[in-house]
């Protein structure tokens, strides 16, 4: 669990950065959160609908964790895609976005870089 932890850390952060580069830095902490919970399921081995139901997130936080489709959603694909080597599932993705996988790949450093920070 330690380890999924700190990946579910990372893409909060890139998450969060992302938030910024397409100009939703106001829903910053939305974004960091989606990649916060977005294994929560798995950490705590339960359904993520009925975690959710307990929790005071917005709308499209619990949106983006059900898998439904929104630009919280989106961004988690693209990072989730990204994890899963799907480069070319990632550009389409990131080009909706406005966003190029050299610049993503920009943000994943940073949020690398920002998780050792953390003694993550």
Do not use: H
């Not at 950065?17 to 989606?34: H, P, R, V």
């Not at 499209?60 to 959603?73: C, F, I, P, Q, S």
């Amino acid at each position: 669990n330690s380890e999924l932890i700190k990946v579910c850390l990372l893409r909060a952060r890139i998450l969060a950065l992302i938030a910024n580069e397409i100009k939703q830095s106001d829903l910053e902490t939305d974004y960091f959160l989606t990649g916060l919970l977005s294994s929560i399921d798995i950490i705590v081995n339960s359904d993520m609908e009925k975690i959710l139901e307990s929790m005071a997130l917005s709308p499209d936080v619990k949106t983006a964790l059900l898998g439904e489709n929104g630009m919280l959603r989106n961004c988690l694909d693209c990072v989730l895609k990204y994890e899963r080597f799907e480069f070319d599932e990632v550009r389409l993705g990131l080009l909706r976005l406005g966003i190029t996988l050299e610049r993503f790949m920009d943000i994943y450093v940073e949020a690398l870089s920002w998780l050792k920070t953390t003694n993550g």
